[in-house]
């Protein structure tokens, strides 16, 4: 038998209700804010992400699904949204919109993890991207909305926490400081550390093993080394925040996975949860447009995971709007009823009232027992009397009481 593969998952009909309860609520945050809605091809040429994300990232490294297509072209199946919107900025000329340009998406994005509650290979992404300018009021704004977007959706168990990585500038030399705080420990530290030291100290940071810890927090804070104008800028995003009301919490360990982040990043994590766990991140892309080849432009955005969102809204039991199934059911009995039912539940149809029509030729008893496991309040019947009559039986499925009308009443009952 097959299954779905590892670390994907259907959605089925009973979960559906949460997805479109959070595609809503993201779709009216974004027309709150101006974000306009784009669609991304589900894969992209390869290159686009080792460029954008970063060679030596986790997700370019180990879990980026890339294929060869029969043409010869690698590509790869998009393990985020971000160089992608970046992409279609420059392919689209959107530079010569005003500025920013605010794009928000929704979709799966693939990444091959080691499957676990929350993490999977194929997860459901929504993401909003903000592109062409670095107010930090635009910072405070995106952040604003990450966390407007999780109190609209009714989450209340979680923090905003917040961090400056800096920027060309100044980030070279806190690196070469990080890696001197952490060069008489390499010995020490877990297998990934060893490689993140060679190739993405500030990843070292983001460590959750035991060993690495003490090490990690000891370490030089970049805050404690950005340029005046990073500093400011920062400074400028927290005093945006604080007059908004909206609370975080500084993590000078807080670093994001891909290589393409400068100056803010931040983090949606739940409460009590590690950033194993975050509801959503994001952070400035100042030059990220550069280097996928196009004049400057200095983006900000973030990208929240629907699985982990609804897994949120259960925890926390938020009631989310149920989809009202068909309201009617028609069950009928012999030959020539049965087409009078196809008549009757074309017209119903065609009327806008949602019917389920019995199929083949069971008992009545049968027919009414599935119409129960339907949860169907109403039925109607027909049988050769009611064909020769031009009537129907109406059936209330809660009281089973039962009365003859003629069809034309049941169209105006329904109406
Ligand atoms: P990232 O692009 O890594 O910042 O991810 C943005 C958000 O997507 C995270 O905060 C998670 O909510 C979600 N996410 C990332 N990776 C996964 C995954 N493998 N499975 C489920 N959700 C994920």
Known sequence: MYRAPRG??????????????????????????????????????????TRGVGEGTDIIEKEMYVFEDRGGNSLALRPEGTASVCRAYLEHGMHNRPQPVKLYYIGPAFRYERPQAGRYRQHGHFGCEAIG????ALDAEVIDMAWQFFVGLGLGLFTIVLNSIGCKK??????????????????????????????????LL?????????????????????????????????????SLEIPFTDNPRLVRGFDYYTRTVFEVQPAGGGSQSALGGGGRYDVLIEELGGKPAPGIGFAT?????????????????STPGPQLFIAYLGEE???????????????????????GS???????????????????IIGEDEVKTGTVVLRDMTTSQQESIPVGKL?????
């Open 8 to 49: 994907t998952q259907d959605i089925l009909p009973q979960e559906q209700p949460y997805w479109r309860y959070v595609e809503e609520k993201a779709a009216e945050i974004c027309c709150l804010y101006g974000y306009e809605r784009i669609d991304l091809p589900m894969f992209e040429d390869a290159g686009l992400f």
């Open 133 to 136: 300018d670095a107010d930090p």
């Open 170 to 203: 100044c980030r070279p030399e806190y690196l070469s400081l990080l890696k001197e705080h952490y060069s008489p420990h390499v010995d020490e530290v877990c297998a990934d550390c060893k490689v993140r030291f060679q190739k993405n100290p500030l990843r």
């Open 206 to 242: 983001d460590c959750k093993s035991p060993q690495c810890q003490p090490i990690a927090d000891a370490a030089p804070k970049s805050i404690d080394h950005l340029c005046a104008d990073c500093a400011e800028h920062y400074s400028d995003v927290k005093r945006y925040l604080s």
């Open 305 to 321: 995971g629907m699985e982990r969102i609804i897994l949120g809204l259960q925890k926390e039991t938020v009631p989310v709007p």
């Open 337 to 359: 009823a049965g087409e009078a039912a196809i008549k009757l539940a074309t017209t119903l149809r065609r009327n806008s009232t949602a019917v389920i029509m019995s199929t």
């Open 362 to 380: 069971r008992s009545l008893k049968a027919q009414l027992r599935q119409a129960n496991n339907l949860s169907v309040p109403r039925v109607v």
């Open 411 to 415: 169209l105006e009952l329904l109406q």
